[in-house]
């Protein structure tokens, strides 16, 4: 499953969490980048680690930090 939205959608990471509660034996990884987030948040990628009925936010250390690694700074000097 994949998507892209211009706006985040907390209804995606709710989704993901829902399916953990029915199905507690399954598993898998959610990444999100949201572009909106600010404070430490910003310019990376979270990973939700679905296992044994939850998730959980771990950061992403193969994407982050988004500008540097995923794309080019367009903005810098």
Known sequence: M???RNHRQDAVVEA???LAHAA???YGVLHVYDDEAQGEDQ???VV???K???IVPEPDPYLSPHI?????DL???
């Open 2 to 4: 994949a998507g892209l």
């Open 16 to 18: 993901f969490r829902r």
């Open 24 to 26: 507690p034996w399954s």
């Open 43 to 45: 310019n990376r990628w």
């Open 48 to 50: 939700w680690v679905m």
């Open 52 to 54: 044994r009925g939850s």
């Open 68 to 72: 540097g690694v995923v794309e080019d």
């Open 75 to 77: 903005d810098g000097p």
